[in-house]
Each structure stands twice: as structure tokens, then as C-alpha cells.
């Protein structure tokens, strides 16, 4: 498998684009009683009030978007910043972004922020996201190389992680001690349109800004000097990808809960698939996170009910492996 | 000199722990359950001490009259210090603190916690019977009875659907006061006919498949926020009852079952549709 396979942009991005619709299709199937789909959605769609209709509409509907979603968006953002850091370690997950996301949103949730307005809780996702990844990045300096990035983004993981639990002990609702674990390994279970529709404008506008940065991130790949004499500015690149990346991280994890690993392990995967071009990994990569996040939801929702296994574990127990191959890996070129 | 003896020997007769036939006078409860029934049926003079939840107002039906007395948070040390000739504790208290208090040779009195009608009267009687405040417990009871027994006769034909809704999906199944007060109001509980048994967390789908007509809620901590709590305003709730809001009993009325569950029959009695 070590040669490039044959496969135009086109027809990968078709054929990913083939299982992810088979994907969401599966997962409204999926759930607690077995509903007549298409009649739900037919109902739904003609405002018929129907209870298949509700449950379709209000359960397994926004369930389904907000995995397909969060999933692209991790994807996208591990993709763009292992592009712009040229370290195949950077990942929303790794270097901070989705804790501090996660740790944004708990301080606007927990303290009646959000109950004020809705738009508090992106808000203090997008602000955490955006310090954890800035924050992250000047600890290592611009030139890090893979090791110093991953220990700056320990040390911010750690301490995001520590001030959430901090928090949610502090926080005046009794049940607030028990969600710590929602927000480290991530659900995107019980949620609903409203919430699908509170992520949306981040996670949109997070995507629009890195539409343009392909042909950037290729030119980056022949070093940054070479970069600059092409006439693209570097900080502005950068600027606008940390940016992307806080925008569409940020809503989507103060939803979900700190998702890990896709972001890591999707450009992998998929990076010799497309030459190792950063342009052409990057819409790539955003179908197959959600791919990912999807057939791990689904998964989760095998396990007989009651269990109530949080999808960040399967995507730990997947991807945790994926990245201890991958220090193996790197180890082999650095000795 | 006898004369004095005989004196301080009479008076260590009479500060001399009660026990058996005389009524106690120093009674300590470290359960909010125990601490409600003891509010109601003891005289102010009975009683040493209540725990700390029973003066605070979200949990106790008897917060106003607790506030009067000293309040405890079932430390070992506090309870030496009020000298109690009768403790009182629930089922769940904490067993290492009732095991020491007995090897230190006090009494102590443990309640289970009632899941209907009848477990509340013999949880009344009981407690009346320690104090020997008998003809106080037997008052209460008949009033309760009476106040319950004037909604059963106000039941519907046609019993409407209902479900009670707690943070983190969970419900009142069959054995618990909710689903007592449900039958008695004169509502369906689902959640007891879908076959959930006790406090449980119901899916969301098998609840929408329901299709309750009214949902209930208790809630805990009112004004708090929490993903937990967020549940309770999920859009598909409003829209399985046709836009009918969820109604909020208040949880101190069954937090611990006692004669205040009259007040919550009659608040599920009022809010039957027209």
C-alpha cells in the first residue's frame, strides 16, 4: 500500500462523500424504537404532527447533524494546523484548542451566562479556543519542533482540564460535578435542534475562512522563506487560521464536550491519499472527520441502553493507539 | 449533711437520662425526612436539634419553624455535645455515625423512607408514638386522609397522561410517592406503565413515544444551570404536549414522604385539563 493510490481529488472526495451520506442515513435509523423513516421525514417535512415526526425531527435529526458537523470541523482544524505548524502532531485536541473551548464554555454555562444569552456559550468557546491556541503557540515559539508543541499543549491541556473540574465543583447546580466527564470525553447525545442551531454560525464562519488557505498551506510546505518571496504574508495566515480554528472549534466543542483525536487522526489517514497536498487534504479531511465522528456515534449507540458511553471514549480508544504509532514513527527518523 | 446527700441524689435522679415510659426531651434528628415529621409532632421543647437541610426552604417543608432550632450537619462531635436521649435517622443515613452513637449507648431510631400513603401514616404513628405525642399524630393523619380522600372522589372518567421529568432524563416509576400522588390526583402515570420501577432515567424517544398529554417536574436546586437541567427545556417536550409547559411541584412535598404529600395531590388535581 506504500504507492500513491490512483484516485483524482474528484472521485475521493466522491467516494468519501458516498460513505458519509450512507453514514447519516444509517444513524437516523439508529435509536431507542424502531421508527418508519421515511414517513417520519416526510411527516416533518409537511409539518404534519406526528410523533414519528417529532422524534425525527427533534432527536435523531440533530443528533445526526451535530456529530456530521462537529465531526468536519475537527477534521478541517487538525488538517489546516498541521498544514500552517508542519508538525503532524498539531491538532485541535493536542495542542489545547478543544479544552479551552470546553473550558470557555463552562464558565459561560455553569454561571447563568448562557441563560442570559444563547450566544454566550460560542462565545466562550470561540475566547477559550482562541487563548488556549495562541497561548500554546508562543509557549513553543514559531519554530517548535513536534516535541516542544506537544509539551506546551500538555501544560494547556492540563490546566484546562484542571479549571474545569475546579469550576464545575464551584458551580451552584448539584449536578454539575457529575458532567465533568461530559466535558472532557465529549457526548452528542440529548441535544437539540436549538443546540445544532447555536453551533452553526461559528462552525460556518470558521469554515469560510479556511476555504481560501489551501494554496497558502501548499506554498508552506516548501518552507517559510520560499513563502514570503510568493507574496503571502505569514502572519496573516496565521492570524486567520487560529481564528477559523477558535470560530468553528469553539462553537462546536461548547456543544459537544472536548472530542478527541480527530483532528489527529483523520489528516493521517487520509494525507497519502491526496499527495500530501495541504489544499487537497483539507475538504478531505473535513468529510472524514465526520465520517469518523459518525460511525463512533453510531457505535456508541450499539451498546445496550443505559450504558451511556460517551463518544470521546471511542474515539480515545481509537485514537490514542493511532498516536502512540505515530511517536513510534517519528521516532524512527529522528534516531 | 444526709439532707444534702439526699438532695443531690434526687436532683441526679431527675437530670438522669429518660428512657422507657417518660416522654423524651432532648431529641436530635440528622435526617431532613425525620427532621420534618419531628417539626410537626414534637413540642418546641422536645427538641434538641434538626438537621441543617431542614431550614433551608428549597428542601423543607418545615424551614420556617426549623430555623428556631439548633441545626446539626450529623458530625459526631455536635451530637455529643446536645446530649440526645433519642436520635432520629432515615434509611440513608450515615451508617458508621448511627453504629457509634448506639455503642455509645443512645437510642436511635431509623425510618424508612415511604413510597405511598400508607407508609407515610405508619411513619406518622411511630413517630408520634417516640414522642408520645399520640393524639397529635392521629390529628394529622385524619386530616391528610381527609384532604385526599375528597380529590378521590373528584377523580376523572377519563384519567389524562402524565409523566414526571426530572434533570438527566430521570422519572418516577411505579413504588414511589410520585406515582401515588399521580393515581390519586386522577392522571395516568407513564413512566409506571412503561414498567420503570423507582427513580430511573427514561430515553427521551420511549417518552415521546408515550405522548404524555401533561409532564411534571420537582425541581432541586431552582436557577441553577447545568446540561443536566438544560434537558428539561429540550423543544420536542413542549411540542409532545401541544405547547402545554411543564408544570413545577415544588420537591419539598415529596422530597421525604410525610402529610404535606396532600398539597402536591391537590396541586396534580388542580392542573387536570378542563
Known amino acids: ?203 460556518l464562519l470558521g469554515w469560510f475562512l479556511l476555504i481560501g488557505t489551501g494554496r497558502s498551506l501548499d506554498a508552506l510546505t516548501l518552507g517559510e522563506e520560499t513563502t514570503t518571496t510568493m507574496g503571502i504574508s505569514l502572519p496573516r495566515l496565521r492570524w486567520r487560521i487560529f481564528i477559523a480554528i477558535a470560530l468553528a472549534v469553539g462553537s462546536a466543542i461548547s456543544i459537544t464536550g472536548s472530542i478527541g483525536f480527530i483532528g489527529l487522526v483523520v489528516p493521517h489517514l487520509l494525507r497519502p491519499l491526496v499527495d500530501h497536498q495541504p489544499s487537497r487534504l483539507l475538504l478531505a479531511s473535513a468529510i472524514g472527520g465526520a465520517i469518523l465522528l459518525l460511525a463512533a456515534d453510531i457505535c456508541v449507540r450499539l451498546f445496550p441502553a443505559g450504558t451511556d458511553i460517551k463518544v470521546g471514549v471511542l474515539t480515545s480508544l481509537v485514537g490514542a493507539p493511532f498516536f502512540l504509532y505515530l511517536i513510534i514513527k517519528s521516532r524512527r527518523f529522528v534516531l | 449533711m444526709s439532707k444534702q446527700l439526699t438532695t443531690a441524689l434526687l436532683l441526679l435522679i431527675c437530670t438522669f437520662p429518660i428512657q422507657g415510659g417518660e416522654q423524651p426531651n432532648r431529641v436530635v434528628s440528622i435526617n431532613l425526612c425525620t427532621d420534618q415529621l419531628l417539626l410537626m409532632l414534637a413540642d418546641s421543647s422536645q427538641i434538641a436539634s434538626v438537621s441543617y437541610l431542614a431550614a433551608e426552604s428549597n428542601s423543607s417543608f418545615m424551614a420556617e419553624q426549623a430555623q428556631r432550632h439548633q441545626v446539626n450537619h450529623e458530625k459526631i462531635e455536635e451530637l455529643l455535645n446536645l446530649k440526645p436521649n433519642l436520635i432520629l435517622a432515615s434509611e440513608y443515613s450515615n451508617r458508621a455515625l448511627i453504629q457509634l452513637m448506639q455503642k455509645l449507648g443512645h437510642r436511635v431510631e431509623i425510618f424508612p423512607l415511604p413510597a405511598d400513603i400508607k407508609g407515610i401514616q405508619t411513619n406518622i404513628t411511630r413517630m408520634a408514638q417516640l414522642l408520645k405525642q399520640e393524639e397529635r399524630g392521629q390529628q394529622i393523619i385524619k386530616q391528610m386522609n381527609q384532604r385526599i380522600d375528597k380529590i378521590i372522589k ?121
Open chain 1, 1 to 203: 500500500m506504500k504507492q500513491p493510490l490512483a484516485l483524482s481529488q474528484s472521485q475521493l472526495i466522491g467516494t468519501l462523500s458516498a460513505i458519509l451520506a450512507a453514514l447519516f442515513l444509517l444513524s437516523l435509523f439508529i435509536g431507542s424504537n424502531p421508527i418508519p423513516l421515511f414517513q417520519a421525514a416526510r411527516d416533518a417535512l409537511m409539518d404534519t404532527p406526528s410523533l414519528i415526526a417529532l422524534i425525527f425531527s427533534e432527536v435523531r435529526l440533530p443528533r445526526a447533524l451535530i456529530a456530521l458537523f462537529t465531526g468536519a470541523t475537527l477534521g478541517l482544524c487538525g488538517a489546516a494546523m498541521q498544514g500552517l505548524l508542519r508538525n503532524p502532531l498539531a491538532s485541535p485536541g493536542l495542542i489545547g484548542s478543544a479544552s479551552g473551548a470546553a473550558l470557555g464554555a463552562v464558565c459561560m454555562l455553569y454561571f447563568g451566562m448562557s441563560a442570559i444569552t444563547t450566544m454566550a456559550l460560542p462565545a466562550g468557546g470561540m475566547i477559550g479556543a482562541l487563548a488556549a491556541t495562541v497561548l500554546v503557540y508562543l509557549l513553543a515559539g514559531r519554530d517548535a519542533g513536534t516535541l516542544t508543541l506537544i509539551l506546551a499543549g500538555v501544560a494547556i491541556n492540563a490546566l484546562a482540564l484542571a479549571l474545569i473540574s475546579l469550576l464545575l465543583n464551584l458551580a451552584p447546580s448539584p449536578y454539575a460535578v457529575r458532567e465533568i466527564v461530559l466535558w472532557m470525553m465529549g457526548s452528542i447525545a440529548n441535544h437539540s435542534m436549538a443546540d445544532f442551531q447555536i453551533m452553526l454560525p461559528g462552525v
Open chain 2, 154 to 274: 373528584q377523580q376523572p372518567a377519563v384519567r389524562p397522561k402524565a409523566l414526571f421529568y426530572q434533570p438527566n432524563h430521570y422519572t418516577s416509576g411505579r413504588n414511589t410517592l410520585q406515582d401515588t400522588a399521580l393515581r390519586v390526583a386522577g392522571w395516568r402515570n407513564l413512566a409506571a406503565e412503561l414498567g420503570i420501577e423507582g427513580y430511573n432515567p427514561i430515553d427521551i424517544e420511549d417518552l415521546l413515544m408515550a405522548d404524555p398529554e401533561q409532564l411534571f417536574t420537582s425541581p432541586y436546586a431552582p436557577g441553577s444551570h447545568s446540561l443536566a437541567e438544560q434537558q428539561l427545556s429540550h423543544p420536542a417536550l413542549q411540542r409532545v404536549t401541544t405547547g402545554r409547559k411543564m408544570i413545577e411541584i415544588d420537591y419539598k412535598y415529596w422530597i421525604c414522604g410525610g402529610p404535606m404529600i396532600a398539597d402536591a395531590i391537590e396541586q396534580l388535581h388542580r392542573s387536570l385539563p378542563q
